[in-house]
C-alpha cells in the first residue's frame, strides 16, 4: 500500500474543500485495498458532499464526538460506511491508522456502518429505507432540548423505493423540521440495476416539494454548487424540513473506475489499487494547478 502523506489534515486550518475531497477519497481507496474489494465507487461519488459537510457545513468537536451540541450525520445507507469513515478520518475523529484495519476482526471500521463500533457513527444503517426515519426522531428529540443542532441525513436514491423512506418525509414536512437536512446521493445505480429503471421516482424534486420540503437539486461533484446548497439549507428561514438532491457520478476521480458498467460493488484487481491511487493524485494534481 502507498503511504499516506506526513502532514496530518486536521492540524491544518488552511486546507482548502477540494483536497478534503480528495483525501477523502484517498482514504477509501486505501481501505478497499485492504479488502481487495467494497462499495467503492459511491464513496468516490460521494466524496465532495462529504468534504462540504465535514469541513464547511457541520459543527462538531473532533475529540469529543459525544458533545452535546454537535450536528448529528446520520449514514442511512449502512454499505456507504467506507465513505463516511474516510470523513472520519480526514476530520480527526477517527485515527488514520485505523484504515489498515478496515472489515478485519475486532476493527472499529466494520464493512457496514454500526453506531456501537465507531466514534461518529451515530446510527447502525443496516436495513435500507430507515435513516430517514431516524433523523426525523433525532430532528424531534433535538427540538425538545431547544438545541441549535441539525440532523443531516444521507440516503441513496435506491432508498426512494421505499415506503419508509417517503412516510419519514411527509411526517418531517408535517411537523415543520426546520433542523432536519437531508441529502439524497442520486448516482443512478442500485444493486439491481440502474435506479430510476428499478423503480422510477423522477421526477424527485416536487414529490418533496409536495410533502412541504425546501428542496435544491444540484451537481454533487460540483463543490461551489454544494457549498451554496448547503449554506441556503441552513439559512432557510421557512419551517420546513431541507433536502439538498445531489446527482453524482460514482467513481468519481478515477476515469477507469468511473466507466465500469456494473460498479455497485467493485473488485479492484490487486495492481489497479496502485493504478487508482496514483490516477487520483494526478487528476488532483492537475485541476489543483488550474484553481
Known amino acids: 500500500m502507498q503511504p499516506e502523506p506526513a502532514a496530518s489534515p486536521h492540524d491544518r486550518s488552511n486546507v482548502s474543500l477540494a483536497e478534503r475531497a480528495y483525501r477523502i477519497r484517498r482514504h477509501a481507496l486505501r481501505m478497499g485495498e485492504v479488502q481487495g474489494q467494497g462499495y467503492i465507487a ?18 462538531y468537536r473532533p475529540n ?46 466494520p464493512m457496514s456502518g454500526m453506531a456501537a463500533y465507531t466514534p461518529g457513527m451515530e446510527i447502525t444503517g443496516g436495513s435500507l429505507g430507515h435513516g430517514l426515519g431516524l433523523a426525523v426522531g433525532f430532528a424531534l428529540g433535538l ?74 437539486r444540484v451537481d454533487g461533484n ?15 428561514e421557512g419551517r420546513k424540513p431541507r433536502i439538498v438532491i445531489c446527482d453524482t457520478r460514482m467513481g468519481k476521480g478515477v476515469p477507469f473506475l468511473e466507466e465500469r458498467e456494473r460498479n455497485h460493488f467493485l473488485r479492484v484487481e490487486a495492481d489497479e489499487w496502485t493504478k487508482a491511487l496514483d490516477v487520483l493524485e494526478q487528476g488532483y494534481r492537475s485541476t489543483e494547478g488550474r484553481a
Open 222 to 236: 460540483d463543490l461551489d454548487a454544494v457549498v451554496k446548497a448547503f449554506d441556503a439549507a441552513r439559512s432557510y
Open 143 to 216: 427540538k425538545r432540548k431547544n438545541s441549535k443542532a441539525f440532523v443531516y441525513n444521507l440516503f441513496s436514491d435506491g432508498e426512494l423505493d421505499e415506503g419508509s423512506t417517503w412516510e419519514a418525509a411527509m411526517s418531517a414536512g408535517s411537523y415543520g423540521l426546520d433542523n432536519l437536512i437531508g441529502i439524497v446521493d442520486v448516482n443512478g445505480m442500485q444493486a439491481d440495476g440502474p435506479s430510476t429503471g428499478v423503480l422510477n421516482f423522477e421526477p424527485l424534486a416536487p414529490k418533496f416539494e409536495a410533502f412541504n420540503w425546501f428542496v435544491q
Open 64 to 109: 469529543d464526538p459525544e458533545w452535546e451540541g454537535r450536528d448529528r450525520f446520520l449514514l442511512s445507507i449502512g454499505h456507504y460506511a467506507i465513505a463516511l469513515y474516510a470523513a472520519l478520518i480526514e476530520a480527526g475523529i477517527v485515527p488514520e491508522d485505523e484504515l489498515e484495519t478496515y472489515g478485519g476482526d475486532d476493527s472499529r471500521l
Open 42 to 59: 459511491q464513496a468516490l461519488g460521494i466524496a465532495d458532499v462529504l468534504a462540504v459537510s465535514y469541513f464547511h457545513a457541520m459543527t
